[in-house]
């Protein structure tokens, strides 16, 4: 009979949650309204990738294991409304529909090459066959750099698109542009994403909480980070503030994929998975560093400036998981 999983010895230090930065309105629920925006947002979305398909390459069964990438594998689509959220909160003038096409061109790469039976091993993702499944580990491969690719070309014509624009910020977009693809390489490359997932693979027992936060942060929040800062560099905002920023994307990073661990801890139990939240520290202490992260997202969009709509509503996949645990009070969201 197999021993049983040790429990980490180290029990995390949750930080204490306050609801300062939580509406407080006893009026119309907010979960109502930021669900139709985030809806809509997502629609918006899968508009614009279906819009920049060709830039992906001719027709082949390479572009169509692209589009199966993009448009039939279930999305949440949270990363390229990110790039739309903090691109209104710098300067809504700012047409970044190009940018947000790309970075949802490189999250799904990411999640083709997740799916594949050398990583997670997932025939299908909820409920529709990955792409490796429907095309071949090969062709998802190939499909998953020619993405990539298609990510950094949608980013260089937005930038080119902006510097023929009206903005202030115009005559400065391709310095911009540089910046965001140095935030790109780096989020998906070996000090990354990359390396997270490697990590991820190793399986290793994890120390404390510090260190599996850490590969948290690699292998998720670096995409949000990513898609935060193409959003808030190419708009023209303040790049003295990319630290709160970053520190934004970071929490909400963080957030969903222990939400996401919440909701796998059953299966990673199973499999013996390490790197989960919930089945390291349990579903008690899961849900208050779900509260934290949460609640330190909020405070962080709190101090930026312009319209933050986009960014309260894309917390409503943690609010959901926080209220059906019964963590929130109504007065909460």
């Known amino acids: 009979m197999p021993s049983p999983k040790p429990r980490n010895p180290?029990?995390?230090?949750v930080p204490r949650v306050s609801p300062a930065h939580l509406p407080t309105s006893k009026g119309p629920d907010p979960l109502l309204a930021w669900s139709r925006h985030i809806v809509q947002a997502q629609a918006d979305v899968t508009e614009l990738v279906r819009r920049e398909l060709d830039?992906?390459?001719?027709?082949?069964?390479l572009l169509d294991a692209c589009k199966h990438a993009l448009l039939t594998t279930p999305s949440n689509r949270i990363?390229?409304?990110?790039?739309?959220?903090m691109g209104q909160a710098?300067?809504?003038q700012t047409d970044l529909s190009l940018a947000i096409a790309g970075v949802e061109f490189v999250v799904s790469a990411a999640k083709a090459v997740d799916d594949l039976p050398s990583m997670d091993n997932s025939p299908d993702r909820g409920g529709i066959t990955s792409v490796h499944t429907t095309f071949g580990t090969g062709t998802a491969l190939l499909a998953?750099?020619?993405l990539?690719?298609?990510g950094y070309a949608c980013l260089q014509?937005?930038?080119h698109q902006i510097a023929s624009s009206s903005v202030p910020h115009a005559a400065e977009s391709y310095l911009r542009l540089a910046r965001v693809v140095q935030e790109l390489s780096h989020s998906i490359g070996a000090g990354g994403a990359a390396l997270g997932q490697l990590r991820d693979l190793a399986n290793l027992p994890m120390k404390d909480e510090e260190e599996l936060l850490s590969v948290i942060d690699l292998k998720t929040s670096q995409l949000y980070v990513m898609a935060a800062t193409a959003g808030w560099v190419l708009a023209g905002g303040n790049l003295e503030q990319l630290p709160t920023v970053h520190a934004a994307a970071t929490h909400l990073g963080?957030?969903?994929?222990?939400?996401?661990?919440?909701?796998?801890a059953p299966q990673d139990t199973a499999a013996g998975r390490r790197c989960n939240y919930a089945t390291e520290y349990g579903l008690t202490l899961a849900y208050l560093r779900l509260r934290a992260e949460l609640d330190a997202y909020r405070a962080a969009i709190q101090s930026l400036p312009g319209d933050r709509s986009t960014l309260e509503a894309l917390a409503l996949p943690i609010l959901l998981a926080l209220r059906s645990h019964g963590t929130t009070e109504p007065t909460d969201c």
């Open 10 to 13: 180290d029990p995390p230090k």
């Open 55 to 61: 830039r992906l390459g001719p027709p082949s069964p």
């Open 79 to 85: 990363r390229a409304i990110l790039v739309k959220g």
């Open 90 to 92: 710098a300067n809504p």
């Open 144 to 146: 998953s750099y020619a």
């Open 148 to 150: 990539i690719a298609g």
């Open 157 to 159: 014509h937005c930038a």
């Open 254 to 264: 963080r957030g969903m994929q222990i939400k996401d661990d919440i909701e796998d």
